[in-house]
């Protein structure tokens, strides 16, 4: 089955304050996302990126969207061959080809989605908009939902196909699968997928991919 990894790169960065895109800023010595790209490339077959406009130079490149699952479905149309399509964000360069490859194993055993999360560590409560606690959640059944996540690429392109409010509101891609009815399954990531957001999360991350080296 043709494997293509589909890279949300197209974001500005905003909550980093860096110069130009997040996922060309430095980490450890090269532009963040090829540290990603490593990985994806020995998993996948053909991997796409979807780059801010002005930056799509050639079909691997393409231009992204104004929001994030619409960088996604960008990605994807470039990509028709496509029969698992891992998706994977730019911002988490300590991603592990054992985790992807988990992630599209379970994709090849029938599921619709499979992606990696952590489990919940702290407790996690409802409020209300005063900040009256309404109660308590059950935190075992909780995960927090990261990249990458791979799904059958047909159900992903149905999916996707939805107007562009619907993917505004869309976290991330798999919340999108679920609505029409795919079956998902949660992959356990290890505990260092972190998301580069802040530049605390830079250091962070920098520090964690020295450790690994
Ligand atoms: N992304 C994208 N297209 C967009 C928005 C985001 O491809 N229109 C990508 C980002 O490049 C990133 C991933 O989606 O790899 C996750 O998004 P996020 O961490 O929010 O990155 P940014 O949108 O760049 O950051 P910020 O929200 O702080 O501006
Ligand atoms: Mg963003």
Request: hydrophobic share 45%.
């Amino acid at each position: 089955m043709a494997v293509v990894g589909i890279v949300p790169a197209a974001g500005r960065g905003e909550r980093l304050g860096s110069d130009g895109p997040k996922a060309f800023v430095a980490c450890g010595g090269r532009p963040l996302v090829e540290w990603s790209l490593d990985v994806l490339e020995e998993v996948c077959d053909r991997v796409v990126m979807a780059v801010p406009e002005g930056w799509d130079t050639d079909p691997d490149h393409v231009a992204g969207g104004a929001v994030r699952s619409a960088s996604v479905r960008a990605a994807l149309a470039a990509a028709p061959e496509a029969e698992i399509a891992v998706v994977h964000d730019a911002a988490r360069p300590l991603i592990t080809r054992e985790l992807a490859e988990r992630c599209v194993d379970a994709v090849r055993s029938g599921w619709q989605g499979a992606i990696a999360a952590g489990p919940m560590t702290d407790t996690v409560k409802e409020a209300d908009a005063s900040g009256r606690v309404l109660r308590t959640l059950d935190r075992s059944v909780l995960w927090r939902i990261q990249t990458p996540q791979a799904f059958d690429a047909e159900t992903l392109r149905r999916a996707l196909d939805v107007p562009d409010e619907v993917l505004a509101a869309a976290t991330d891609d798999a919340s999108l699968v679920e609505a029409v009815g795919g079956s998902v399954c949660i992959v356990e990531a290890p505990p260092d997928n972190i998301k580069v957001t802040t530049p605390l999360d830079l250091e962070f991350a920098e520090a964690l991919l020295r450790a690994r080296s």
